[in-house]
């Protein structure tokens, strides 16, 4: 027992002062995780109530102070709330922590006086608080007074006993196994046996055998021999049985949800945040003009559609441009709020925009230059040299807006879309560690039409600044590496499918986006009411029904599907009187002079066709011009007995996916153009080639004459896709892209 004793001790002190030097190490960095937890909570309460408490210090409303922190009493481990005028004193304190008026807080007037917020620990009676201080400010940056936020720290000192007692009984327990295992291990003296054992596992480890009893001893280690074979099969069957379950889930493609992808990320990026930059913002206030108040709508985007269910699962921060009229009356001081407005889920950071910046930016460079340039739609693109000096100048307004949020390590940003090519390589200037993904929400086209851009190469750099550059499809991404192949000094490495610029390697990779799996119809009857409510307003009850959702944009083959439909007409004139197409139009870009032009184009279109074909009080097209939510969408998709997406040229249109989701009968038809990226995934649509208005014609008496069973398969088909192919596994591989490019 002493041989064993002097033999174990120093592995015994080495392993002691390991899980010591363990224990301090979790100790910190658990602390220091929940002090910082502490201060997030802290601070987003204290800026949830910057907006009421300035209202309330401008107007000395005394009462509404005190109503304003008894409102926040109840969250968990929430001491305290407290509003301070700008002399220091107290306004208005939580009733249950009232005491907090007696004791002395020198720190406030610095806070005041410094205009800076401040987080620290505070002696209390007989235990601590965590303190956080958040000045007010007016809109003249003068002093109005502070908020105060006081959170109980107990929960911390008992976590981080808990810890050290935990450290403890381990080490207690492996000391207490490393003695058995040594004085085991010194009362059998077997070298030669041990020897041969080894030897025969090594051969089974390799699969060079399989057979049983190959030590014939009969004593006490031949008989561990034939327990190490029989464990050691049995570890190989299980590793089989894994392995095959592996497979079988990986063949079942298990379906993604929000709580999936939650875990996911969670696993993936731990404690980092993800920041999302677009220019469409996910909530925009504007003010009603029916009740004259202010209201906030989520704005028909595909880009808000993609991204918003994801920071909705996971939390984060957006960046993007605050556009709506009554915007700033909903952010605090640093220009933020929380979202959705019932259910804060993320926060929204706004940036704004003068009318100059935005001319030049968004209406000028980003959609006469960059929008038609990549559509290859027969519209010239423009350029100005002033319109690209402001999308250079907005770009690192944005680049510097998100700046300012990052954590202190080794943040994951996530970039959308065309407005904000420069913003990677800006980012990633003054953030090495950062990680920095684009997606690229429209076509890319080939490299002569891109290298009609004059400032081709600063674009292509900026974007290769990004660690990851994603597009809808291969295609393009086979266009945008021959584009900085033939443009730029790089290397293309087309079997890893990247760009190395600089020394800096950008991955280009294809995520088809999608949407949030199925529409939910947890109310079918309001629904049915909404549908016969249109019916009965549009008097097209009994009528086959074709639906179009779009912007009015020339991208969308809004005049060929109206060419379309006046051929069918003329072709097959049975349908007169029995066939409605209801075109959902929403007004964009008013501002740029295509838009507005083709805007009356296809006024004069509607009115002509109509006029054409027009019996009593039926008329073959119904266009509503003008901007739906998507709940209003909702009951026309359902509508709708066929759906038309006509693009010229699309990245990938999620109007098609919409319409799909929300056919939960199964009894629809899909007309897609194959000019879009969704062509590539949704093969049972009836696709057309747009620009031939005969085929067109033919394919709505196709679609319009297809038998029940026939459109029931298509439909079933095509909404097991979206099912197992949406948003949320879209959001994981980008994911686990980044992640990927973390770790290499």
């Not at 004085?183 to 041990?194: A, D, E, G, N, W």
């Not at 991204?307 to 960046?319: D, E, H």
């Not at 066709?609 to 939510?629: A, E, T």
């Not at 029931?712 to 949406?726: D, L």
Request: glycine residues 4%.
């Amino acid at each position: 027992m002493k041989r064993i004793l002097l033999f174990i001790l120093p592995i015994l002190i080495i392993v002691a002062a390991a899980f010591v030097a363990l224990g301090i190490f979790q100790v910190r960095s658990e602390e220091h995780k929940l002090m910082d937890d502490l201060q997030r909570r802290a601070k987003a309460i204290a800026e949830s109530m910057d907006l009421s408490a300035k209202f309330l210090l401008q107007n000395n409303d005394l009462r509404s102070a005190q109503r304003l922190v008894e409102k926040f009493q109840n969250r968990e481990r929430l001491q305290g709330c407290v509003v301070y005028d700008k002399e220091g004193n107290i306004l208005a304190v939580t009733d249950r922590f009232a005491d907090w008026r007696d004791k002395e807080k020198p720190y406030i007037k610095d806070i005041l006086s410094g205009k800076t917020a401040r987080g620290s620990l505070e002696q209390f009676k007989d235990y601590s608080i965590y303190s956080y201080t958040l000045p007010v400010l007016d809109d003249d940056n003068n002093v109005l007074g502070a908020v105060e936020i006081l959170y109980d720290t107990s929960y911390v000192f008992v976590r981080l006993t808990e810890i050290w007692k935990r450290i403890s009984l381990t080490l207690i327990i492996l000391i207490v196994c490393i003695l058995i295992i040594a004085f085991f291990i010194q009362r059998q003296i077997f070298t030669l046996p041990v020897q041969r054992l080894t030897e025969w596992f090594t051969h089974f480890q390799k699969g060079e055998t399989d057979e049983m009893h190959s030590i014939k001893d009969k004593d006490e280690l031949g008989k561990l021999a034939n327990e190490v074979e029989q464990a050691a099969l049995t570890l190989r069957v299980a590793r089989r049985a894994i392995s095959k379950e592996a497979t079988h889930r990986l063949e079942a493609k298990d379906l993604w949800t929000e709580s999936r992808l939650k875990d996911l990320i969670h696993s993936k990026l731990g404690d980092n945040s993800l920041f999302v930059v677009s220019n469409r913002e996910p909530y925009m206030h504007v003010m009603n003009k029916t009740t004259g108040k202010p209201t906030c709508i989520r704005p028909a985007s595909g880009v808000v559609t993609a991204i918003n269910p994801i920071l909705y699962a996971c939390g984060g921060v957006w960046v993007a441009h605050g556009s709506g009229e009554m915007d700033r009356k909903f952010t605090n001081s640093k220009n933020k709020l929380g979202v959705p407005p019932e259910d804060n889920r993320y926060i929204l950071k706004r940036v704004w925009l003068n009318k100059e910046e935005e001319e030049g930016y968004y209406y000028g460079f980003s959609n006469e230059g960059l929008w038609p340039l990549c559509h290859i739609t027969h519209t010239r693109p423009t350029f100005r040299e002033a319109d690209w000096q402001m999308y250079k100048k907005v770009n690192q307004k944005f680049a510097d807006a998100i700046l300012e949020e990052l954590p202190q390590k080794s943040p994951f940003i996530f970039i959308q879309d065309y407005h904000f090519t420069l913003m990677g390589k800006m980012i990633k200037e003054k953030r090495p560690d950062a990680t920095v993904a684009l997606f690229w929400h429209i076509p890319w086209p080939n490299c002569e039409v891109f290298s009609i851009c004059p400032y081709q190469q600063e674009i292509l750099d900026g974007m290769l600044g990004c660690d990851l550059v994603g597009f809808h499809v291969q295609y393009h991404c086979n266009n945008f590496l021959e584009t900085a192949n033939r443009l730029l000094e790089c290397r293309v490495d087309m079997e890893k499918s990247s760009v190395i610029r600089s020394g800096h390697e950008t991955l280009i990779r294809p995520f088809p986006i999608s949407i949030d799996g199925y529409f939910s119809n947890d109310t079918p009857d309001v629904l049915a009411k909404e549908v016969e409510a249109i019916r009965r307003e549009y008097d097209i009850d009994g009528k086959i029904v074709g639906i179009g959702v779009e912007r009015i944009d020339y991208t969308k083959g809004l005049a060929e599907r109206f060419l379309a439909i006046d051929r069918f007409l003329e072709k097959y004139p049975e349908y007169k009187n029995k066939f409605v197409f209801v075109q959902l139009a929403a007004p964009s870009r008013t501002h740029i002079k295509r838009y507005h032009d083709f805007m009356g184009e296809i006024d004069e279109l509607v009115d002509k066709i109509n006029w054409k074909h027009s019996s009593g009080n039926w008329k073959p097209i119904i266009y509503l011009k003008k901007h739906f939510s998507s709940d209003e969408i909702k009951p026309y998709y359902a509508l709708g007995d066929l759906c038309v997406v006509s693009s010229l040229h699309d990245g990938m249109n999620l109007v098609a996916k919409e319409y799909i989701a929300a056919k939960n009968d199964l009894m629809g038809t899909l007309i897609l153009s194959r000019f879009t990226g969704a062509a590539k995934e949704l093969t049972d649509a009836v696709q057309i080639n747009p620009y031939s208005i005969e085929e067109f014609a033919d394919s709505i008496r196709f679609a319009v004459a297809m038998p029940v069973e026939e459109k029931r398969r298509r439909m079933q088909n095509m909404r097991q896709n979206i099912h197992e192919n949406n948003i949320y596994r879209w959001a994981a591989n980008i994911i686990t892209e980044l992640t990927s490019i973390r770790k290499g």
